[in-house]
């Protein structure tokens, strides 16, 4: 009786391992772009009426994608369009006509994936 039991707990748990066993690999595929940000930090801004103010004279550049405001680390993040380029200068200029004084600007580079597809591979089943 003990051996029968034993063989079937052992039959058992093989088939629960095999239903756990994947038929085919998964296979993401990602559309993957590389934009340019530029992170500038900024004198002067205390208010949400400056931020918005900076905001829309930055967002009127076409090489400018995005914005976005931090009053309590005084951070303009400027993430530019694909392809696009903005000298340093010229964010600066922006800024000082604006009435504020630019700190410092650092550039980086950031790799975005906006749509992940999920397609069963067939072919290559386990």
Known sequence: MLKHLLLYLLLSSM???ADLTPTANVVFETTE??????TVYVNGLVCDFCAQSL?????KDPAIHNVSIDLKTKTVVIYLSK???LTDKKISQ???D?????????SSQHTIYPKMEQKNDKKNKL
């Not at 772009?33 to 530029?38: E, Q, Y």
């Not at 604006?98 to 650092?106: K, L, Q």
């Open 15 to 17: 088939t629960v391992i």
């Open 33 to 38: 772009k590389k934009i340019l940000v530029k």
């Open 94 to 96: 922006y800024i000082n």
């Open 98 to 106: 604006a009435g504020y004084a630019v700190d410092s600007i650092r």
């Open 55 to 59: 905001e829309k004279v930055l967002r």
């Open 83 to 85: 392809g696009a380029s």
